[in-house]
Nanobody, 123 residues
């Protein structure tokens, strides 16, 4: 069983860059695919991106060219980079993990979740 801890959140200003880290422990990280989701206030949890065991990436259309996900299995950490973040990016960001996925798009297919990273974006 893997534990996940998101970090790098906190208050940012519109136009800033944001780099979130997702540190894993408790199980071999290379066995897990990692998704990135966010949940804005009053909104449903939204799929952002996915990266599988060997670095294959898939981005939601809204994220293509607007963010970058990566992973470093050697240090059991995944990352998400977002430049020029805007107030509509205010959300709690998650990096769930799963060994097997029927679909990377839905939260229910991810087995393991951390507490998320709160990212308020001020105008």
């Amino acid at each position: 069983q893997v534990q996940l801890v998101e970090s790098g959140g906190g208050l940012v200003e519109a136009g800033d860059s944001l780099r979130l880290s997702c540190a894993s422990s408790g199980a071999p990280f290379e066995n897990y695919a990692v998704g990135w989701f966010r949940q804005a206030p009053g909104k449903e949890r939204e799929f952002l991106a996915f990266e599988n065991w060997i670095g294959h990436k898939y981005y939601d259309d809204s994220e293509k060219g607007r963010s970058t996900v990566s992973r470093d299995n050697a240090v059991s950490t995944a990352y998400r980079q977002k430049n020029n973040i805007q107030p509509d990016g205010t959300a709690v960001y998650y990096c769930p993990a799963a060994v097997l996925l029927s679909s990377p798009l839905a939260p229910k297919y991810y087995n393991y979740w951390g507490q998320g990273a709160q990212v308020p974006v001020s105008a």
